[in-house]
């Protein structure tokens, strides 16, 4: 009786804590169905081991059992005590990961580099073919940042968006045969096009935006962060003359 009144005590027999079910998406299917051999990167980067943490827990690691592609970090076990520094010393990974500041150019050339396959020092391997941004796992600031880059990046391609997960294909994967699909903005109106701003915006924001905030009870975004011009990335119809308003 004493035995299994310390147990008890020392919190033994309570149950492991859990987290609750990821949210299922779509297009992890559609991922799951792809026969290109190609790898996923979730974002924020998570790269957790016994000797370091890079970025938050790795949790989008489960959505591996649905789209069965390899991806970058995750729970890794066994690994050299100084690996960590791979995710610390890279522009784009650090960066995806929140430990270290966004530099843009080396930025962009390393997603250049990996969507070839080039993951360290020239060593080619599978290419990366998805990004998979989970805004929920992001402060605002965060996203709209990444949201820039990526939309501005002609080696990505704006593919869909799903509750807080917003999808990116490589412009390099098979299936797009280098072109990217329209990034074509809703038709509110014959000719008129409608981004909404503080909406289902991610795929078209650049930066210059703030964070989305409720201005009179309805979700929307102010231009002009940090004195800069507010991009827009979208695919028009030519052939007509557009106001922007």
């Known amino acids: ?75 890794l076990a066994r690994i050299p005590d100084d690996a960590h520094y791979y995710y610390h010393n890279s522009a784009l990974l650090g960066w995806l990961a929140g430990v270290r500041a966004l530099d843009a150019g080396p930025a962009m050339s390393e997603i250049g580099r990996l969507v070839q396959g080039d993951w360290r020092d020239g060593t080619v391997t599978a290419p990366l073919g998805y990004v998979i941004v989970h805004e929920d796992r992001l402060n605002p600031t965060q996203s709209g940042e990444i949201f820039a880059l990526l939309n501005s990046h002609l080696n990505l391609c704006y593919w869909t968006s799903e509750g807080d997960a917003v999808f990116y294909q490589a412009r390099t994967h098979p299936a797009l ?45 102010w231009s002009g962060k940090d004195g800069n011009e507010a991009l827009l990335y979208a695919d028009l119809p030519t052939g007509s003359g557009y106001t922007l308003s």
């Open 1 to 75: 009786a004493l035995a299994w009144s310390i147990a008890a005590d020392a919190g033994i027999l309570a149950p492991m804590p859990t987290i609750p079910a990821p949210p299922e998406y779509d297009a992890m299917h559609v991922i799951g169905e792809d026969a290109a051999d190609v790898v996923v990167l979730d974002v924020p980067l998570s790269a957790t081991s016994g000797w370091m943490a890079v970025g938050p827990p790795a949790h989008t690691m489960i959505y591996g059992v649905t789209h069965h592609k390899r991806m970058v970090g995750g729970f």
């Open 177 to 221: 045969d280098g072109v990217c699909p329209h990034r074509l903005p809703d038709e509110s109106a014959p000719g008129a096009f409608t981004i909404n701003m503080g909406g289902a915006d991610a795929g078209f924001m650049g930066h210059g935006w703030y964070p989305r905030e409720s201005i009179g009870g309805i979700a929307a975004r």
